[in-house]
């Protein structure tokens, strides 16, 4: 009951936001939405963006935590889901909190994936938007299932592209990548921000009992009643092995063709399966 009447305040508030925002820097970029605003709690800004009209779509661009609304619109993901579903969709998208966009905040070193679906979810009621999608690559598979975990009866439908999942083969893999690709260059940017921080972050969320998804358990998914549509890929990030085996485990998962972007041919029709789930999915 307080969950329901906080967001009913939130989109009046939302609504009133809106009338006095200013054209938006995306669209000069192509865009048809009033993107390029930020939206604070607290400590955390985040930058985000708009596109499109319709049902709310949240979209999380790949790229490790260095996911940003840049990456979204100039590519960096295997197609840009934004061109593809604005059509039909109110496109919403941020850049992560600390990433090398815009959004800032502190390092939450003892709940890191927590802190980004607090910023997921704090988007979703500032726009005064309760029931939601959401399609994201890479870092996003464990976002997503984080989301679906807190928001159980937010979250209409998720898919999960080319997913981050555990590969004991590999246990450093996601844990190193991201020390140099996101955490050196942060402690650049953010002098107030030690190398033994971010260490501690990534520590926490990569090689703290790793496992599956990193965010849920097998049995969490086994439970879940949301729509899920995975896309699978095979590197080192990213395990063929948990992509297959989440979809197969959730009651109302799907799996696409694998594999579905080893030629440019292919992507489209893994797009038109991504359109036609969602359109299925999405309330009347």
């Known amino acids: 009951m307080v969950d329901s009447l906080r967001r009913k305040l939130l989109k009046t508030g939302a609504a ?18 009033g993107g390029g605003r930020f939206y604070q709690k607290g400590n955390v800004r985040i930058h985000y963006e708009e596109a499109g009209s319709g049902f709310p779509l949240l979209l999380i661009a790949g790229g490790g935590l260095n996911g940003s609304t840049t990456a979204a619109i100039r590519g960096g993901n295997p197609f840009n889901a934004i061109e593809a579903f604005k059509d039909g969709f109110r496109c919403i998208y941020a850049d992560l909190r600390n990433s090398n966009g815009q959004s800032t ?23 005064g938007i309760d029931k939601f ?7 996003a598979g464990p976002f997503i299932w984080n989301l679906m975990k807190r928001a159980p009866n937010r979250v209409v439908a998720a898919v999960p592209a080319q997913p981050v999942g555990f590969r004991p083969e590999l246990p450093n893999s996601l844990y ?10 942060l402690v650049k940017r953010r002098p107030e921000i030690t190398m033994e921080m971010a260490d501690q972050f990534l ?10 998804v990193f965010t849920v358990t ?31 485990l959730a009651p109302k998962g799907q799996l696409s063709m694998y594999p579905w972007k ?23």
């Open 262 to 284: 080893d030629t440019p041919a292919k992507i489209p029709l893994a797009v038109r399966h991504v359109r036609s789930f969602l359109l299925s999915n999405r309330p009347a």
């Open 176 to 185: 190193e990548s991201q020390m140099t690709g996101w955490g050196a260059e």
């Open 105 to 127: 905040g502190p390092l939450e070193i003892d709940r890191p994936w927590d802190s980004y679906t607090d910023d997921h979810l704090g988007l979703m009621d500032h726009l």
């Open 16 to 33: 009133a936001a809106a009338m006095a925002a200013t054209p938006s820097v995306f669209a000069q970029q192509g865009g048809n939405g």
């Open 203 to 212: 520590n926490r969320m990569f090689r703290s009992n790793p496992d599956f």
């Open 133 to 139: 999608m959401v399609l994201g690559f890479c870092i």
């Open 218 to 248: 097998r049995d969490f998914v086994k439970s879940c009643q949301t729509p899920v549509l995975v896309l699978p890929d095979d590197t080192a990030g990213h395990s063929l092995a948990v992509a297959i085996e989440s979809a197969m």
